[in-house]
């Protein structure tokens, strides 16, 4: 089974709707990450979260929230949908940095969104 | 500001040697990681460097030079499966999310 898993895989929604992209990891890292790629703007970060008490925003927040339900659990929502959200979403993890270790991300399989 | 460049496309033939070079201007430095993306896959891990140097990796080799905020990946013997995009990215302060460049995609042909 994988580490990183995110659902649904493919999901298209109209203007204006609320939606929610899940993520899980058998992992067990306290550290998760929700990313958006689009082409020629690369990996764009939009939440991220420490621990389960703990939420911080990235460079593109707006438009966006998150829930950290569980230490394996980090939930992606987007309010009300438009169009230029349209991209590759992918939920990533990793361990706590103890210093001079590398703090490795993994990434799931990524959920692609259309909005119309 | 934080930034981090790198070419947008790179060509190659199976057999030969390329080097994907990578700049970065960041708040503080705790490592530089080079992952491989497939088209429409996730991201994987190829190699992290924090000291200046070599990393080698069996084909795979990364370099590091943190006086000049630079980094390449170095691919021998390529192979048409490398055929991909290659992200370079930065953790600046210590336990912070990765900033990634915009990823440089390469072509391999036989």
């Known amino acids: 089974d994988a580490d990183v898993t995110q659902t649904p895989r493919n999901r298209i929604t109209k203007t204006g709707k609320r939606i929610m992209l899940e993520c899980s990891q058998t992992?067990?890292?306290?550290?998760m990450y929700w990313y958006r790629q689009d082409p020629g703007l690369g990996l764009r970060l939009i939440y991220y979260?420490?621990?389960?008490?703990?939420?911080n925003k990235g460079e593109i927040s707006d438009g966006y929230s998150v829930s950290r339900q569980a230490q394996a659990k980090f939930s992606l929502s987007l309010e009300s949908a438009i169009p230029n959200q349209t991209a590759l979403y992918f939920c990533?993890?990793?361990?706590?940095?103890?210093?001079?270790?590398?703090?490795?991300?993994?990434f799931g399989p990524g959920t692609r969104l259309l909005v119309l | 500001g934080q930034n981090i460049d790198q070419p947008t496309e790179m060509t190659a033939t199976e057999g030969a040697i390329v080097q994907i070079n990578c700049t970065y201007q960041t708040s503080g430095f705790n490592g530089l990681f080079w992952y491989q993306q497939h088209a429409g896959e996730a991201p994987t891990f190829l190699s992290y460097n924090v000291l200046d140097g070599l990393e080698e990796k069996g084909r795979f080799s990364s370099f590091l030079s943190r006086s000049k905020g630079y980094s390449y990946l170095l691919l021998k013997e390529l192979q048409m499966k490398d055929s991909a995009s290659y992200l370079c990215?930065?953790?600046?302060?210590?336990?912070?999310?990765?900033?990634f460049g915009k990823g440089t995609t390469l072509s391999v042909s036989s």
């Open positions: 979260s420490f621990d389960v008490k703990d939420i």
């Open positions: 990215a930065v953790r600046g302060q210590a336990g912070t999310a990765l900033i």
């Open positions: 992992k067990g890292h306290d550290r």
């Open positions: 990533a993890t990793s361990d706590f940095w103890r210093g001079g270790v590398s703090e490795t991300q993994y």
